[in-house]
């Protein structure tokens, strides 16, 4: 056979459909994508688990070696009963500051929780707030007593916080990130590690250059921000 008899017969063997072959191009990428995902979700969970585990560990290793600190079982450390020193004193129930009174039914309670800023981190017993709340009520009242008891405990931890944060920054659904923030919140919300008293004013000033920014109570989304030309 000659050359050109062979080119013919080639030119006269049927061609494949184009739309078959991409589609079966299409289906091989999206599955290998699909693939990928489901890889990167399993890597990410795996990590996550074993990073925040390591980050437990760490902070309680940290707080469990002041000394008027110790473990607990339940709430992973608490504050020594009677523990005395220069600045921190603790009673033998646990709180910050004085014996609480024997009886306490005659007279207005008041816990105060939340974390660093109720226990009154690097002031003395009467300068934390839940102390001088007490004095201001006493003085303010002639007929009731009343008592606040200072449940601080310093170094906010959550277990579950963490989990939730490290979820959020993982996963690749924004509906599942925003269902997770707004677990978050709900916790923070419940558990209540701060007690925020105000939120000072402020007045923020940027470069005429700097076009689409907008302020906001947290922080500025800066998404939609861009720097114009000279």
């Known amino acids: 056979m000659k050359r050109g008899e062979r ?3 080639r030119q006269a063997r049927p061609k494949k459909p184009i739309g078959r072959s991409l589609l079966r191009v299409l289906v091989a990428n999206t599955l290998t994508a699909i693939v990928l995902w489901l890889c990167l979700e399993m890597f990410f969970g795996l990590f996550m688990d074993s990073r925040t ?7 309680f290793v940290t707080m469990t070696s002041r000394d008027f600190i110790v473990a607990d079982s339940d709430r992973g450390f608490r504050l020594r009963p009677n523990y005395h020193s220069s600045t921190v004193n603790t009673n ?14 005659g007279q207005r309670v008041i816990l105060a929780l939340g974390e660093s800023t109720t226990f009154g981190w690097a002031v003395a017993d009467e300068e934390s707030y839940p102390s001088h709340l007490e004095t201001i009520l006493n003085e303010s009242s002639a007929d009731t007593n009343f008592v606040v008891v200072n449940a601080g405990v310093p170094s906010y931890s959550s277990r579950r916080a963490d989990e939730l944060i490290e979820q959020a920054r993982m996963t690749l659904d924004d509906a599942r990130r ?3 923030y707004r677990k978050l919140g709900r916790l923070l919300y419940d558990e209540a590690p701060y007690t925020f008293l105000y939120s000072r004013p402020s007045l923020d000033a940027v470069s005429s250059r700097v076009r689409g920014i907008r302020p906001s109570v947290i922080w500025y ?3 939609d921000v861009w720097l114009a030309s000279r």
């Open 53 to 59: 585990a390591l980050q437990s560990k760490i902070q």
């Open 92 to 105: 033998s129930q646990g709180f910050r500051g004085k014996e609480l009174p024997p009886d306490l039914a």
């Open 7 to 9: 080119l013919d017969e």
């Open 178 to 180: 925003n269902e997770l």
């Open 221 to 223: 989304d800066l998404r």
